[in-house]
């Protein structure tokens, strides 16, 4: 019995002096392991990033508020905007947009097709659009204008001004009153490029 005391002390003794043994060899650094590591990290950070962008770039999304854009969009549709393509072109015929009508921040977004682009003359008469003097060809089947509204005069635009409509005409509030006017490029959002869903 003494003995199997005995032998229990020197094993803890012993263990108690492998712990305080500083001349014992040092684990090496497995830097192999950090370099991946690190590596992981990095490209979750950059996948991260690059989503972002993404979304931010090409995912920001505007409603279709009403009936103003029939038959394209419909009321309450869900419409993602590109907002990156227009800091490295201008809007140009055809492209549908979304802005804030007038500079006004508390408005939501309003999405109507540009028509006029910024030095064009375009007038409305009987029914149809004149766009520097000759009749603007659309590719899409729209009835006649009842209401011409400011452009029933030919109108030249400035610089930074654009000219937009509903497609659906007859019921759109647009360029053509003074409650939207011209818009500038400050106010466009970005150009409509797919209804959400797909």
Wanted: glycine letters at 6%.
């Amino acid at each position: 019995m003494f003995n199997s005391i005995n032998r229990f002390f020197s094993r803890l003794f012993r263990k108690r002096n492998d712990g305080l043994n500083f001349n014992r060899r040092r684990k090496k650094v497995d830097f192999g392991k950090i370099r991946y590591i690190l590596v992981f990290v990095l490209e979750l950070m950059a996948v991260i990033a690059l989503a972002y962008g993404v979304v931010i770039a090409f995912g920001k999304q505007v409603e279709c508020s009403n009936s103003s854009m029939e038959p394209t969009y419909k009321t309450s549709d869900k419409l993602l905007v590109n907002t990156i393509t227009y800091k490295l072109s201008s809007p140009e015929n055809g492209d549908i947009i979304a802005f804030k009508p007038k500079s006004n921040v508390n408005a939501s977004y309003s999405v109507k097709r540009v028509i006029a682009v910024p030095g064009d003359t375009i007038y409305i008469n009987n029914g149809r659009i004149y766009l520097n003097d000759e009749l603007y060809k659309e590719n899409l089947d729209v009835e006649r204008i009842e209401n011409a509204g400011i452009a029933a005069t030919p109108i030249t635009l400035l610089d930074d001004q654009y000219f937009v409509l509903g497609d659906n005409r007859n019921s759109s509030e647009d360029s053509r009153f003074e409650s939207v006017g011209f818009v500038s490029s400050e106010d466009i959002l970005g150009k409509i490029w797919m209804k959400y869903p797909f």
